[in-house]
Nanobody
Framework: QVQLVESGGGSVQAGGSLWLSCAAS????????MAWFRQAPGRERERIAS???????TYADSVKGRFYLSKDKAKNTLDLQMNSLKPEDTAKYYC???????????????WGQGTQVTVSS
């Protein structure tokens, strides 16, 4: 019913920037929440940025001030601008979408396959 495809990942040197994009297709007309997660080997999956149904955006402390979340309504994408990247940001990044009944619980109903981000020193 809903498909999410992430793009923009790759390899970058520390201090560099990347711009990730999550394209949503299918039945996305209703109100929904979206979020970006990441997971690195040996770590739990971490929610790094979220957009709630009323438009409120939150960031994890680990990325606050460096990452910026924005929604392009015309293109139906959720973009994540990543600046001042550090080796610790190396992870696979996932986009997620949730319907209103899930959003209040910070749960998500659809997930993308992820895009790899590798930051070298």
């Amino acid at each position: 019913q809903v498909q999410l495809v992430e793009s923009g990942g790759g390899s970058v040197q520390a201090g560099g920037s990347l711009w990730l994009s999550c394209a949503a297709s299918g039945n996305t007309a209703s109100r929904y929440c979206m979020a970006w997660f990441r997971q690195a080997p040996g770590r739990e999956r971490e929610r790094i940025a979220s957009l709630q149904t009323l438009g409120h955006i939150t960031y994890a402390d680990s990325v606050k001030g460096r990452f910026y979340l924005s929604k392009d309504k015309a293109k139906n994408t959720l973009d994540l601008q990543m600046n001042s990247l550090k080796p610790e940001d190396t992870a696979k990044y996932y986009c997620a979408l949730g319907y209103p009944w899930s959003c209040s619980r910070y749960e998500y109903d659809y997930w993308g396959q992820g895009t790899q981000v590798t930051v070298s020193s």
